[in-house]
């Protein structure tokens, strides 16, 4: 098994795409170790709440995991919220939780778990990215504007740590069918008007491929980044979006 006594830490694991990678990694003998706001029953990951928001919070749940393993062998920044909207509909505090969450929280683990990877002279890291770390996308100001920094946080994190044998990578989803997605659908509809049902039908023909992806599908790619199989890839942005920024 790739992951076997593999110690993993993902954060946002209680549902969507870091649920389905927690359990992947677990069925592939990883120690996994999720943390969220929200409690998961999932099978094989060992809970702990964190708001990825606050540092001293992220701080702590990574001591816990040294101190219960000794090692960090492999991390996932997942977390993330979504907001629909121009800059005049997005409110000063949406933005400020967007970032908060999705920049500073990505930025709190790497600065968290890179001085235990660099005394171990090993690691793999992947963070969340989207389809908007290479193209933009109407009414999405504030989630396009975090997921284009998580693009060069990624490049210059792989260029710093390179020479401690540590790999940064990001993955690039397209729409996904998650609870993130269905939040995101009703936050358009409340600003458009347009129903949801028609708003799915947007989402589905603006693929090539015609349909959004299921969570399993990326969870596939994230297994394989973060593992040693993909030992000479660091630093880059790959995309899993149905052809979409083919385009």
Partial sequence: MRFQNKVVIVSGGSSGIGLETGQRLSGEGARVYNLDIVESEAVGSKFIPCDVSSFDQVQNAVQSVIAAEGKIDALFANAGIHKFGTIEETAIEDMQKIISINCFGIFYLLKAVLPVMRKQESGSILLMGSDQSFVG?????????????????????????????????????????????????????????????????????????????????????????????????????????????CQ
């Fill in 137 to 245: 996308k109407g009414s999405s100001a504030a989630y396009g504007m975090s997921k284009g920094a998580i693009a060069q946080l990624t490049k210059s994190t792989a260029i710093d740590y390179a020479p401690f044998n540590i790999r940064v990578n990001c993955i690039c989803p397209g729409t996904c069918e998650t609870g993130l997605l269905k939040k995101a659908v009703t936050g358009f509809n409340q600003l458009s008007g347009v129903s949801e049902s028609e708003i799915m039908d947007m989402l589905e023909g603006a693929q090539p491929i015609k349909r959004v992806s299921k969570p399993a599908e990326i969870a596939s790619l994230a297994c394989y980044l973060l593992s040693s199989e993909n030992s000479f890839m660091t630093g880059a942005l790959v995309p899993v979006d149905g052809g979409y920024t």
